[in-house]
């Protein structure tokens, strides 16, 4: 009755109390209980939130994803040390809790591990489990096959050690007929279930059984694998101060949550840009979420989001940005390297855009160069001067220059910047079936069929083009992502 008490206020704690408080409460709280649980006399089973903190501090402490270690433990014992009447959890082959450790007796007094602790303490379950999934990464270019550079923070590159940790045996052959996957392949599905992280599949891979003493036992000819696709960084183990920015493969938003598992408040774009200012904090809404969640702070932003909702990256949170929509934009076209701010951490959203910072943008997306020998029409601009190789370049390639004189100090227009993007881009967009109807631009407008394009693909969504107005940098840049966007659909 002691521990029911115990275990609904811990829960209690997460929904009433700030978030960073509760997180410190659930963690003395655990520690108090593991303390009392380590005898046969005094076992008590902890919340499901607790198990994923102990969990998550296990694989930090280690240097394992922490979404593999959950997933782990979810599939070995369904996360428990103890059954429903309270005794340990002990399987016919020797495997011992959580983690299901299975060792001879032999093998736990030379690795010095005290099996009265295996039994009844959680958290020493999960570290001696830790210890040995460690070991077979260790084993990686010998006894199993490295993956690329063996990196510890991408999940796929612990395949093999997951395999091992169940056993180098045919139920773990992928390449062979089972009732049930191999236990490395529901590891990885519950990541992707419930970590909610898109883990890729491996590529089929070499095994030989080559050892007549022991016929079941794998061996890998091959001892290392290039898979450059295999690239899924782990999500829970970032730390504040670390910029991230919001990708949600589910959805075209991230949720942005006033607490841990509280209510939704923003649903922001993909690439709003974040700045991680506490966690990560366990979800206790649902025992089956196995992510983690982040406090978050932004472009008018102060909130909380999963993990799963985040990809760390080298993003700014430029000062001077208040729409999330422009902060996105900025974003996504920074990480492509195609558009910066100021020195002085701002964007000057609100500037007019010079025709040649469009053309550099434009020339350094397309990864254009200058066309061997050519010979620049334009008449307005010579070596040295600030915007020349990507004048002549986006001349050469008929982006600009139409009109003789490429103008570099001029700012660009929203009508011109209609033509250069289609220009640019036309393969990408589809052909207009229809004529959008526009307040200022008639249909007999000089550019009104490049204007209608960008209409009819979305890339515009208003009724008052305003055609003759400069193009802000903000503009330019919503523009440009929502341009990228449908070609990177091709």
Known sequence: ???????????????????????????????????????KQNTVNLTTVEIKQLLYEAANKYDIPAEILKAMAYVETGMKQFDDMGNPIVTEDGG?????????????????????????????????????????????????????????????????AVMAYNGLSKRNDPNLPHEKKPYQERVFDIIRNHSLVNVKSIPSFEVEYSD??????????????????????????????????????????????????????????????????GGPYESAANPYNHYVYYHVRG????????????????????????????????????????????TDGTFRPNDKLLRRHAAKMLVNELGLKLPNGYVPKAKDMKPGDLGYEEMVIAEAYGLMGQGGNLRPNEYLTRAQMASILVRAYQQYYDTPQTQKTFADVPQDFWNYKDINTLAYNGITVVDTFRPNEHVTRSQFALFLKRTLERKEQE
């Open 299 to 342: 472009n008018g932003i102060d909130g909380y989001v999963a993990s799963s909702n985040v990809v760390k990256g080298e993003v700014k949170i430029f000062t001077d940005i208040s729409s999330n929509e422009v902060a996105s934009a900025v974003t996504y076209l920074s990480l492509k390297g195609v558009i910066n701010g100021y």
């Open 1 to 39: 009755m002691r521990s029911m008490v115990a275990s609904l206020w811990a829960v209690l704690a997460i929904l009433l109390v700030p978030q960073a408080v509760a997180h410190a409460d659930i963690l003395d709280e655990t520690n108090q209980k593991i303390e009392s649980s380590k005898t």
């Open 212 to 277: 007549e003493n022991q016929p079941d036992i794998i061996y890998f000819p091959v001892k290392q694998y290039t898979w450059p696709q295999l690239n899924t960084m782990t999500t829970q183990h970032y730390k504040a101060g670390d910029k991230v920015y919001t990708w949600n493969k589910d959805a075209s938003y991230s949720n942005i949550r006033n607490g841990v598992d509280g209510a939704v408040i923003l649903k922001a774009a993909h690439y709003t840009p974040l700045e991680i200012v």
């Open 96 to 160: 011992i809790g959580i983690m299901q450790v299975t060792l001879t007796d032999e093998e736990l007094q030379a690795k010095k591990i005290d099996k009265e602790r295996l039994m009844y303490d959680t958290k020493y379950n999960i570290d001696i489990g830790a210890q040995i999934l460690k070991e077979k990464w260790n084993w990686a270019g010998t006894r199993i096959p490295k993956i690329n550079d063996q990196n510890p923070n991408i999940i796929e590159h612990w395949y093999f």
